[in-house]
């Protein structure tokens, strides 16, 4: 199964993307998502998580308030709001699923994720 990440680009500070995340091919009956990101030179780090019922979330301290994590099941779609962007929020953005998750648990960590999509550029300029 691939994870199709889209919606990056360029953006002036203060401005909006949406990032959305789905998965081709057979999918699972259930999955928690996730998005990582990855600026140069740095570790991956979490950014945003949605439990399978969509119920639960988790978001990193820097990104509260300013990005929303979210899920259609039915489009079997993932979207990452972002809003109020900074330079600091430029990276390779990254979703990644775990599969057969229970419906309300989220997971922030990425070894806790079975696949990963192949990642969006997003870059903030000041």
């Known amino acids: 199964v691939q994870l199709q990440a889209s919606g990056g680009g360029l953006v002036q500070a203060g401005g909006s993307l949406r990032l959305s995340c789905a998965p081709s091919?057979?999918?699972?009956?259930?999955?928690?998502t996730g998005w990582f990101r990855q600026a140069p030179g740095k570790e991956r780090e979490f950014v945003a998580a949605?439990?399978?019922?969509?119920?639960?979330?988790e978001y990193q301290d820097s990104v509260k308030g300013r990005f929303t994590i979210s899920r259609d099941n039915a489009k079997n779609t993932v979207l990452l709001q972002m809003n109020s962007l900074k330079p600091e929020d430029t990276a390779v953005y990254y979703c990644?699923?775990?599969?057969?998750?229970?419906?309300?648990?989220?997971?922030?960590?990425?070894?806790?994720?079975?696949?990963w999509g192949q990642g969006t550029q997003v870059t903030v300029s000041s």
């Open positions: 990644a699923a775990r599969w057969a998750a229970p419906i309300n648990v989220v997971y922030v960590t990425p070894s806790q994720y079975n696949d």
């Open positions: 091919g057979r999918t699972f009956s259930t999955y928690a």
């Open positions: 949605v439990s399978w019922s969509g119920d639960n979330t």
